[in-house]
């Protein structure tokens, strides 16, 4: 069995800063992408950061410049830090990974997983 379990939203005041995290757990062989996408209430679920596993990284063009993605492979760890936090950055933020693992019958699979969500509230 595979998780992803998040931390770091809240609430935050316009121009603060906020670091997401997001650990991978379970019969995993391999993280290759990783990322966040976000959802606003009434929105659909938007890219917000993605990184390779080689480090290679993107962005939506609303929040190039104040978001930073990061990961750490030995504890299958992306972060997302959040800075200059905009009201529009409001939403609930999940963390995605696409996966090797190895199954209850020990097959190796490949798989999308996502996070519970962690709410992000940027206000006044």
């Known amino acids: 069995q595979v998780q992803l379990v998040e931390s770091g939203g809240g609430l935050v005041q316009p121009g603060g800063s906020l670091r997401l995290s997001c650990t991978a757990s379970g019969s995993i062989i391999s993280l290759d992408h990783m990322g966040w996408y976000r959802q606003a209430p009434g929105k659909e679920r938007e890219l917000a950061a993605t990184i390779t596993s080689g480090g290679i990284t993107n962005y939506a063009d609303s929040v190039k410049g104040r978001f930073t993605i990061f990961r750490d492979n030995a504890k299958n760890t992306v972060h997302l830090q959040m800075n200059s936090l905009k009201p529009g950055d409001t939403a609930v933020y999940y963390c995605?990974?696409?996966?090797?693992?190895?199954?209850?019958?020990?097959?190796?699979?490949?798989?999308?997983?996502w996070g519970q969500g962690t709410q992000v509230t940027v206000s006044s």
């Open positions: 995605n990974a696409h996966l090797t693992y190895v199954s209850g019958g020990g097959v190796r699979r490949d798989a999308d997983y």
